[in-house]
């Protein structure tokens, strides 16, 4: 039959179906007699063939169970097992039929169905590439072919042997002998990179051992041909064959260009787990662009910490990055191998092997093995010498921004770990090199610690890069074996530094239970010091600020019983110090500080035991007065003056003697002006002054004298305008204390009628304090110390009766805490602080006085809003525990209380709308 | 992230469709490994005896492909792809029995390999009578591939091939009067 015949026929077959029987033959009559035959013989088929292909085709049982779909001779070869399959091929091991001769050989055929041109180019090409390579360690291809159904296979020498990593360990290889092993494998990869063949897929599983102990380099399934040719067939690779993420180089997870630097990477991670049993990166989740992260931030351990680790058997690491030992003793492997003979060169090699960029590993794999050489002829190794260089240049390279700011770390980082280098070199024996090395580890984390650490604290977004910096000391000071060690002077700053991350983590992350065991750390080491020597007096002193760190942590997060009890043992410490210095007078005013905090904590459930507290507190100050030399005062305590005057006033306002503690404050004042006009480099004294002003302002406010607070307030500013030149103040002091004087200025102003004026000052006082805090955005502190100038700010809107633009104010401040609580929903602090931001807000609608206990607003929209912002603090403090927000949750009560009272709706309808809103509300102030 | 199905077959929009073989290449072993995989937990789940390709198709296309990131055009390309896929899946099949047919006879009675073998020696007259309409009338013959083959409907099939239901429905009965005819005539 014809093309052009058979469409004829089919049109009119068509034609003819869709006619009615009786009517059909008229139809087909009327056509040319020839197709007209035609169509009749069709229109029959049509009849008999009424269930013909009437349903799609079934797939039945037989193609599941048919497991042998494998053929059962190729040429002259009889098919005996498969034993691997691939994504296009299956590998088989077959017989040669001849001659009575029987050889093992592995064929490898091409799958059924994936005879598609692109995958016949890949096969074929794999083929040409085996035939090409000639070495002792790679399998050799003996023929190759096609079936007779046309499909190409070819002919493998058959390697009977164990995988490399099973090998070695069953045959408790030592570490020199699996060197040498790796270093045959070397060789192999080597030759093929001299025929320009990249393996591309090195992993244990393709090198197998025999039983004369020779390595053979398996499937070139994926290998490259580094020739132009070939170049347009790479898309087409990993479709056939998942790369093995473990093994595979970034630079191929991240399908950049591969080289033979791609081998020395797979190369380098397999004699990492030969050596250790584990591999430097896991990846459960198989995404390629996890892993290519992965290995691009994240250092891989050095392998002999990972052998030492693994090498404990019920350790379980704790790092996530290493995988699980592979075979299931690891320890047959860390038996062989001694951990710590891998430390030093070895690790520095394999890393080298490893390195995320190609162009810093070695540059061939012959370069690799032969640095592998050296170490086993006992001679100096080419990777331990860049090393060092390498490593903290990495380091700096994840914190590129910070550090472009500090040079002077890295600077600092780079001469430290000389002089460390320096201090190994020039000690002879052994045991004076082991004293080299803990002194000059000391050094560095003590200069990590101190001036790096230090260098850092004011440049803004520095904190992140501060916490490893820290991290890294404590690193270094645990490898010095802190367990053991008993020097009260090396466990201290091993506790100081403790504290320092803590302190980091507390005040910029708000990671507080990480903070709080920063510090459970460092009050071990401390009471560890104290329980060897309970008369150490210095020892004490430390134990009482990491007390009192710890005590914040906890007063943070809302805990008040932890925090009352911490602080009961700082007062009980300073007791302890009076015992052995009894009259030195600075610890007489910390006892008394911590009396007047221990006096504020039991105030409302005991007024007359806290009321107890202070009179003792008032009464040991005037001793501390007493110890302190008269006239000629030191700096140091010039400074514990002013801050008992501090105390003292403070207390003595408390006991309602408010004139006397303007004159015990205006005093301190004073003093501290002209001691720090003498000498700038007292910031302490600086700073004092403008609280001690401040403080006057307040009593002066609370006697309604709005001129005199301005007057203070004026000074303040002023105080902190003048010394901006001074380079040691920190900037983040200056800023926040602009803002805020400048916002009380403008309240006080209000208040004396200067209405113009009091605007403008308040509005420069919020932006400075806004600019301020975006310039630390990452800094939870500010928002911490934000409640004060917002509530000035808040007071004045309210006076003034601009309402919206001070809820908008509440609201980019809520905007600023909800950054952090996504972060961490559980921050009590932040938490509270966004309660303390809607219920300011309400406040501010609803014109609420605390003096009257009253809100004066009627309006009905604005008593809806405000019973909205109030509902929302609400539920904040009915999800949080403590005291605090115990209390918080019943002021808010009764203001909810208040509001409902003048909005007519019933109650019921009232709280349906508000529940709805509440939803709403919370999205909005999340997202 | 779109699978590489989704990719090769918006490639396969830009390219043009005729002219990339090499794409197409591509995709079918992706089509067939993935129909075959699934064919078989089909069985093995549901304790059939047998199911109908429809179903695998559309399952395969969901689990192969971002549906959000496919253009309708690309979907008639994707079923195309598995409906040639899953001929081949079948002939391969039954033409593995057919070679093996003593061994399956002797080993596993149970299994009812009459039935299975006579489905297979239909099957491949079929394919065979398949080939040979398609060097009368490709497009006919495609048209065959996708409904019996692919399991696709008369409006599916219409779609994919750019053709209106009724055209379908015209070659699609043609086609079954000429291959009845010529397998049984």
């Not at chain 1, 070397?186 to 020779?214: F, M, W, Y």
């Not at chain 1, 630079?251 to 081998?263: C, K």
């Not at chain 1, 607003?857 to 809806?864: E, I, K, M, S, V």
């Not at chain 1, 209380?897 to 919370?922: D, G, H, M, N």
Request: hydrophobic residues 40%; aromatic residues 8%.
């Amino acid at each position: 039959m014809e093309p052009a015949n058979w469409k004829q026929i089919k049109a009119a077959l068509a034609d003819a179906m869709e006619l009615a029987s009786e009517e059909r033959e008229e139809f087909v009559s009327s056509l040319d007699p020839e197709i007209g035959a035609q169509v009749r013989r069709y229109l029959r088929a049509v009849t008999d063939a009424r269930d013909f292909m009437n349903t799609p085709a079934l797939i039945d049982r037989g193609l599941v169970d048919q497991h042998t779909d494998h053929p059962v001779q190729v040429d002259d070869f009889r098919i005996l097992q498969p034993i691997g399959s691939g994504g296009m091929g299956t590998v088989y091991l077959a017989e040669h039929a001849g001659d009575g001769f029987k050889q093992l050989v592995a064929i490898k055929l091409i799958k059924r169905g994936m005879d598609t041109s692109a995958v016949l180019k890949r096969f074929l090409m794999e083929r040409r590439i085996l035939a090409e390579l000639d070495h002792p360690n790679i399998a050799r291809m003996l023929d190759g072919g096609s079936t007779d159904d046309g499909l190409p296979y070819f002919v493998m020498e058959y390697v009977e042997g164990d995988e490399i990593r099973k090998y070695a360990n069953a045959n408790n290889l030592g570490l020199e002998e699996r060197l040498e092993l790796f270093r045959t494998v070397c060789s192999a990869v080597s030759s093929a990179h001299q025929r320009l063949v990249i393996h591309r897929d090195i992993k244990p599983t393709n090198i197998l051992v025999t039983k004369d102990g020779e390595p053979k380099l398996l499937d070139f399934g994926i290998a490259k041909l580094i020739s132009r040719d070939w170049n347009s067939d790479e898309a087409t690779l990993t479709q056939f064959r998942a790369l093995t993420p473990e093994y595979a180089s970034p630079e191929q997870m991240d399908g950049s260009t591969v080289s033979t630097a791609t081998d020395v990477y797979s190369l380098g991670v397999v004699l990492y787990e030969l050596l250790t049993g584990c591999r430097p990166f896991s990846f459960r989740e198989k995404d390629g662009q996890a892993v290519a992260d992965s290995a691009l931030t994240t250092e891989p351990p050095r392998p002999s910490v990972i052998a030492a680790r693994s090498a404990q058997p019920n350790n379980r690491t704790k790092q996530r990055l290493v995988d699980k030992p592979l075979f299931r003793p690891a320890r047959v492997t860390v038996a062989a191998i001694e951990p710590s003979r891998l430390r030093g060169d070895l690790d520095n090699i394999i890393l080298k092997a490893i390195r995320h960029e190609p162009e810093r590993r070695y540059q061939s794999v012959q370069e690799f093995s032969d640095d592998i050489r050296r170490w086993l002829d006992g001679l100096p190794v080419n990777a331990t010498s860049d090393s060092r260089m390498y490593r903290f240049g990495k380091f700096f390279k994840r914190h590129r921004t910070s550090v472009l700011a500090s040079g002077a770390a890295a600077i600092l980082l780079i001469t430290a770990s000389a002089v460390t280098g320096w201090q190994y070199s020039v000690a002879r024996d052994q045991q004076a090199k082991a004293e080299a090395r803990f002194q000059s580890i000391r050094l560095v984390a003590r200069s990590l610690l101190n001036e790096t650490s230090r260098e850092l604290e004011n440049l803004p977004q520095s904190a992140e890069i501060r916490d490893s910096v820290v991290e890294r000391a404590i690193a270094l000071l645990n490898s010095l074996s802190v367990d053991e060690n008993t020097d009260p002077e090396f466990l201290d700053e091993v506790a100081d530094a403790y504290e320092q991350l803590a302190q980091i983590r507390n005040w910029k992350f708000r990671k507080t239970s990480e903070a709080i065991a920063d510090y459970r750390k460092a009050l071990a080491l401390r009471e560890r010091v104290i329980r060897e020597a309970p008369e150490n007096f210095k020892a004490r002193e430390k134990l009482s600020s990491t007390l009192s760190g710890l005590s914040e942590v906890y007063d943070l997060i809302g805990d008040s019983e932890e925090t009352g009890r911490l602080r009961s043992r700082i007062v009980e410490n300073h007791r302890s110090m009076l015992l052995i210095q009894p009259g030195n007078p600075k610890i007489i005013y910390s006892l008394a500080a911590g009396l007047e905090d221990l006096a504020v904590r039991i105030e409302a459930s005991s007024p007359e035991q806290a009321a107890a507290y202070r009179s003792e507190s008032l009464t040991i100050l005037l001793d501390a007065l007493r110890y302190l030399p008269s006239g000629g005062l030191s700096a140091q305590d010039t400074e514990l003056y002013v801050s008992i005057k501090m105390l003292q006033g403070f207390l003595l306002d408390k006991a309602g003697k408010a004139d006397e503690a303007l004159a015990i404050f205006q005093e301190g004042l004073e003093t501290a002006k002209s001691a720090y006009l003498g000498d700038e480099s007292q910031l302490f004294l600086f700073n004092h002054t403008a609280r001690l002003s401040r403080m006057i302002a307040d009593i002066h406010i609370s006697r309604n004298d709005w001129a005199k607070a301005l007057e203070n307030y004026e000074f303040s500013l002023a105080w902190i305008r003048d010394h901006r030149g001074n380079p040691k103040l920190s900037p983040r002091t200056l800023r926040s204390g602009e803002a805020i004087y400048t916002v009380r200025i403008g309240r006080a102003l209000h208040k004396l009628g200067r209405k113009k004026e009091a605007l403008t000052q308040i509005a420069e006082g919020l932006n400075l304090h806004f600019d301020y805090a975006a310039a630390y955005a990452n800094d939870a502190s500010i928002l911490i110390y934000s409640p004060e100038i917002l509530s000035t700010a808040s007071s004045y809107f309210a006076e003034s009766g601009n309402i919206e633009p001070g809820r908008a104010m509440w609201q980019k401040f809520a905007g600023k805490v909800s950054v952090f609580l996504e972060r961490n929903p559980n921050d009590a602090q932040m938490s509270g602080l966004l309660a303390f931001a809607r219920e300011s807000e309400g406040d501010l609608i609803s014109g609420y006085s605390s003096q009257s206990n009253q809100i004066s607003t009627h309006d009905r929209a604005a008593l809806t809003a405000a019973v909205r912002s109030y509902t929302a603090a609400l539920e904040i403090h009915q999800r949080l525990s403590g005291k605090h927000s115990a209390d918080a949750a019943a002021r808010l009560d009764h203001k909810l209380a208040l509001c409902r009272s003048f909005l007519p709706a019933s109650q019921a309808a009232a709280r349906t709308i508000e529940t709805k809103k509440r939803v709403w509300y919370t999205v909005v102030c999340r997202s | 992230m779109p699978t590489e199905v989704t990719l090769l077959l918006n490639k396969l929009n830009e390219k043009g469709r005729a002219t990339d073989r090499e794409t197409l290449d591509r995709l079918l072993p992706l089509v067939y490994n993935e129909l075959r995989r699934l064919a078989g937990s089909f069985l093995n789940r549901e304790h059939a005896v047998s199911i109908q390709t429809t179903e695998l198709v559309h399952e395969a296309y969901f689990r192969l492909t971002d549906q959000r990131s496919v253009d309708w055009e690309n979907r008639g390309q994707f079923f195309a792809i598995a409906a040639q896929a899953m001929r081949r899946i079948l002939i391969d099949a039954a033409r593995a029995r057919g070679t093996h047919k003593r061994d399956v006879e002797k080993i596993s009675l149970d299994h009812a390999p009459e039935i299975s073998a006579e489905t297979d020696a239909s099957l491949l007259q079929l394919d065979a009578a398949l080939k040979e309409l398609a060097s009368l009338d490709p497009d006919q013959a495609r048209v065959v591939e996708l409904r019996y083959f692919g399991g696709l409907t008369i409006e599916e099939t219409g779609e994919v091939l750019k053709i209106s239901p009724a055209t379908v429905k015209r070659e699609w009965s043609t086609a079954r009067a000429w291959l009845y005819d010529r397998i049984n005539g």
